[in-house]
């Protein structure tokens, strides 16, 4: 089985992020990370091969420094990585990145491509299934598990009230939630084998692509504007009564 | 990415962007990628899986058991040694992950130095091809636990004045002594232990479970309480000629394997010394005297101040001295100083920490007091301070000063 993985290295979500104001873009010159999210579509990834054969390609869009990222999932167990790397690709839009994305699939072939649900800094959450559009394979998004039985893949997919069990056959795009499973830490071993395994970087014209990146972003963020504060909660003063209003304020809020 | 090597006039222009405030001369930028993985590996494990259960296993003065499969599964334990299942990782690889380990608990970084360099090494440096096969695979797994019996409760800076002693009985040793401060001793599947013979100071493997071998655990510990502690007991215990580490001869066997120890040791304490560190700054940020933060004093910032020079300092040693023993040139004197000088920082630092934190830095709710405990083992043991100084002393004047 053929499965392939996209990463990203985001901003380290445990540190404050900044927005550059002249470009409403999200800083990325302090310390950078393997999306967390990404972790669990790794680990997906690496035990559908380690049940089923075959192996994790990880496919990423970055710039060089990108290459950290992969590094981690090769360490984590992932057999080879790829890097799309391009000043060109400065400033793409989520579509950019799809079809960036996709050249490069596309090249490597594939069963199975998994990704996060969305990336853990622009939280667009529409590459994966621009992606599986691309592709011409379904999407099947918010996987909390899978299972796969040679021929089908039976998926449950989150919702918002509980979840639907959902079969497809591949080639298919599964983004994974977070808590799919409980990622592997990278081992020693790992980490010191992974700069021995396959890696390559490539450029937009490696993937035959011009009309790509910033220059030809269809998507521009015009403002970016800080939430309206929260008003603040109302404080009940216990007069005797309290009681009986909280549960009055709960039965209106049908929390009760 | 080593701004110290080019020394163009356009590189001496200032920088405006600082490093992170516990590294102020970035000596991290001078980690390999591997080394630097490792680190982010070692440091999310401690966070996500022992930091949520120290304080309680601290206080209740039990072993973490919990996360030795953890441990073992990253590939710590005996992870500077090559082959029979160990990573055969760089001593800089080693002492990046015993910052990391000690970060979280000072019984945890035990833990590994005691099974990777007090255990598992002799068999590596001095057992033989059988002895290596039985035990180091297993002991990387984390399946065998080792220990390291050499100090006795009246032989502990003057090792050679141990009284335990081995005698043969046609093929086999009988065994009897006493071993005191054991780390590891009653959760040990196997015992390394050094007594006395007719050819000198030997080595013995003593599985767990021989007649005559017993271990009972050292309590009302208010150090390393997270870690085992125990007393070894050898009342004429029997072993095959095939439990003694057949290259091992005399002090210096046990000697050098106290020396591996040392080294990660001189890594570990930068561990230590940074949570205390992080935990005063971020407290002293938030606390209000006077109606300002504490940390807006002079008296706090001198204290600050101090603190992260002597990180720097810690650091560059032992990231020297990583580089020299990678290079195989690292001298035990150079390894004396390190662990000397980085325990006795970590610990003027955990105390002076424990001074901006006021009455909570008594309290486990933060790990100010717990690493300040702790490191006061870490100051006596693998060589007191004062046997470390001697050692320098030694190796300066050229005057013993032991006698």
Redesign the interface.
């Known amino acids: 089985m053929k499965i392939v993985v996209c990463v990203k290295q985001v901003p380290d979500p445990n540190t404050p992020g900044q927005l550059d104001p002249s470009t409403h873009r999200l800083r990325r010159d302090g310390e950078v990370v393997l999306d967390p999210g990404d972790e669990f579509g790794i680990e997906a990834g690496l035990q559908l091969a380690e049940a089923h054969g075959g192996d994790v390609t990880v496919v990423s869009m970055a710039p060089e420094r990108g290459v950290d990222a992969i590094r981690k999932a090769l360490a984590m167990g992932a057999a080879s990585g790829v890097l799309i790397s391009d000043p060109l690709l400065e400033g793409s839009d989520a579509l950019s990145t799809a079809r960036v994305l996709a050249a490069a699939i596309s090249r490597e072939g594939f069963d199975i491509v998994i990704t996060a649900t969305e990336s853990t800094d622009g939280y667009s959450g529409v590459v994966p299934q621009m992606l599986a559009g691309l592709l011409g394979v379904p999407a099947v998004t918010f996987a909390k598990s899978l299972k796969y039985d040679g021929t089908t893949l039976r998926v449950l997919r989150q919702t918002e009230t509980g979840h639907d069990r959902v079969e497809t056959s591949l080639p298919v795009v599964v983004t994974v939630t977070s808590g799919i499973n409980e990622p592997r830490y990278p081992s020693l071993r790992g980490i010191m084998g992974a700069k021995s395994k396959p890696f390559q970087t490539l450029t937009t014209s490696d993937l035959g692509l011009t009309d790509v990146g910033g220059a030809h972003a269809g998507e521009t963020m015009v403002a970016v504007v800080a939430a309206e504060e929260r008003q603040a909660g109302e404080i009940i003063e216990d007069d005797g009564t309290a009681a009986k209003r909280i549960v009055d304020f709960l039965a209106e809020k049908k929390v009760i | 990415m080593h701004p110290m090597v080019t020394t163009s006039p356009q590189s001496r222009k200032s920088v405006s962007t600082l490093p992170n405030f516990t590294d102020l001369y970035a000596v991290d930028e001078l980690l390999g990628?591997?080394e630097r993985?490792?680190r982010?590996?070692v440091r999310?494990?401690v966070r996500k899986r022992a930091l949520p259960v120290i304080d309680e296993h601290f206080e209740a003065g039990t072993f973490p058991h919990e996360l030795v499969d953890?441990i073992a599964?990253?590939?710590?334990l005996g992870?500077h040694l090559d082959g029979y299942g160990c990573?055969?990782?760089s001593a800089l690889?080693y002492g990046v992950a015993c910052e990391e380990l000690e970060a979280g608990d000072s019984g945890l970084r035990s833990f590994v130095s005691v099974q990777g360099s007090l255990a598992m090494f002799p068999i590596w440096a001095y057992g033989s091809e059988e002895q290596k096969q039985r035990y180091l695979p297993e002991m990387a797994a984390g399946r065998m636990i080792g220990c390291f019996g050499l100090t006795e409760s009246d032989a502990g800076s003057d090792p050679a004045s141990m009284q335990t002693r081995a005698h043969l009985d046609g093929d086999d040793w009988i065994i009897s002594g006493s071993k005191m401060w054991i780390t590891n001793g009653s959760i040990a599947d196997v015992a390394v232990v050094w007594a006395r013979t007719e050819s000198g100071i030997r080595g013995f493997l003593i599985d767990k479970g021989t007649p005559g071998f017993t271990a009972s655990d050292v309590h009302r510990k208010l150090s390393l309480r997270a870690s085992v502690t125990s007393e070894l007991h050898l009342d004429s215990v029997r072993v095959s000629a095939g439990q003694m580490l057949p290259e091992a001869q005399g002090l210096r066997a046990p000697l050098s394997c106290l020396n591996e120890a040392r080294y990660g040791i001189s890594w570990g304490a930068l561990g230590a010394a940074r949570a205390c560190f992080e935990s005063a700054v971020e407290y002293s940020k938030t606390r209000l005297v006077f109606g300002k933060p504490l940390a807006g004093y002079q008296l706090t910032q001198l204290k600050l101040a101090e603190m992260a020079t002597r990180l720097v300092q810690g650091r560059l040693v032992t990231w020297r001295l990583s580089q020299l023993k990678d290079a195989g040139q690292a001298h035990p004197v150079q390894v004396s100083l390190a662990k000397r000088a980085n325990v006795r920082l970590a610990l003027d630092i955990a105390r002076e920490a424990r001074t901006i934190l006021g009455a909570n830095g008594i309290t486990l709710e933060y790990p100010v007091i717990r690493h300040m405990t702790n490191l006061e083992s870490v100051l006596t043991y693998e060589g007191t301070e004062e046997v470390h100084t001697l050692i320098l002393g030694k190796a300066i004047t050229g005057e013993d000063a032991f006698g």
């Not at chain 2, 599964?73 to 710590?76: D, E, H, P, S, Y």
């Open positions: 990628d591997d993985l490792i982010d590996t999310a494990f953890g599964q990253l590939g710590l992870m990573a055969g990782a690889a």
